[in-house]
């Protein structure tokens, strides 16, 4: 899910700091997601890649750690053009978010 040992050592424990940042790695991941879902309905190589590589920095800062390998594939596949893969990677991707969201209610 997300390695919260690692987001308390970048916050230095502030619990302020920590809500707020998983706040916005939620809020920006959501965006994300929906932008990427209409980048892999319109098989938009560019858009995928872009949206992918943004998913994948935000997990990586979270320690995001399923999500950060599924956007690095569907990144992957948008820069070959594999447009074959985008949707299952993203219904995984999706899914893999959505698992995340169950743990953090509200945020």
Request: net charge negative.
């Amino acid at each position: 899910m997300i390695n919260l040992d690692t987001l308390q050592q970048i916050t230095a424990d502030d619990p302020v700091l920590l809500h707020e940042l998983l706040a916005t790695f939620f809020r920006s991941t959501r965006e994300d997601i929906l932008n990427l879902k209409a980048a892999v309905n319109n098989q938009q190589n560019s858009q995928v890649v872009s949206f992918a590589h943004r998913i994948k920095g935000g997990a990586v800062i979270v320690g995001a750690d399923q999500l950060v390998l599924l956007a690095s594939d569907l990144e992957h596949s948008g820069q070959q053009a594999q447009t074959d893969r985008y949707e299952p990677l993203f219904l995984e991707l999706q899914d893999a978010f959505r698992q995340i969201e169950y743990h953090y209610p509200g945020l």
